[in-house]
């Protein structure tokens, strides 16, 4: 039976939140669940921190499909490289360790491509055609295209090299609190990179997200691009909507 709501889980650097979603709506029909990532982000921690926090949601429906977002390239279910966690991840059958510790298939993705899905499939970019590219700009930057509503995973575009420099280093939200920059030589940083995506790309919309979407209007009237931007819809959600959005299309999300 197909089922109308699903359970998406959101690891971060600081925090592992969960909810449990309206597959219609895209509203959390649960409270956010969130406990601290355990120090040093190592697996078997991390792990079992997620099974705390997958207890304590699927008091509703147990039989929900689950979907796991995470900061990292994640191909065929192992977790192929580690910014800003723990490097004991990369070349690990994670989502595997999942499944063993939760005892349930769950869908494994990473967290920028599940936040560009939520942003298609309920946010900023439903309905827009062509190629969306959406960006988090938070500790790192995370970046998904999605192509006419299907998601290209693992677009790591956060690590263009420009001016010789990891650009999330420079642009990420991250660096202008670091190195104390006003918002103008922050934004100037993103009209390069943004520029350099325009030019690699040609999308049709850029959806910025991350936590600094809700100072919108202190940088965006300074992006300079021929790109049509908007902020995304959702901050703190959109890992959790995301996930949990894509595990009810996993095909495997019917066997309960
Ligand atoms: C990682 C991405 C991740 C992004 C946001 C980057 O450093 O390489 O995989 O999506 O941070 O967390």
Redesign the pocket.
Known sequence: MTSTTAIGIDI??TGIKGGVVDLETGELVSDRVKLPTPKGGEPDEVVEVTREVLDQLTGGNPADPVGVCF???IKGGRTM?A??VSKNWIGLEAEQKFEKALGRDIHFV????AAGYAETTFGAAKGVGGLVILT?L??????ALIYNGVLVP?A?L??LEIDGHDA?SRAAYSAKEREDLDWKHWTKRLNKYYGWLEFLFSPDLFVIGGGVSKNWDEFAPMLELNTKAVPATYRNNAGILGAAALASNDPRADRG
């Open positions: 971060g650097g900061p990292a390239i490289s910014a800003n990473n967290d920028a491509d988090t938070g500790t790192g930057i995370g970046s693992n790591e956060g690590h999330e």
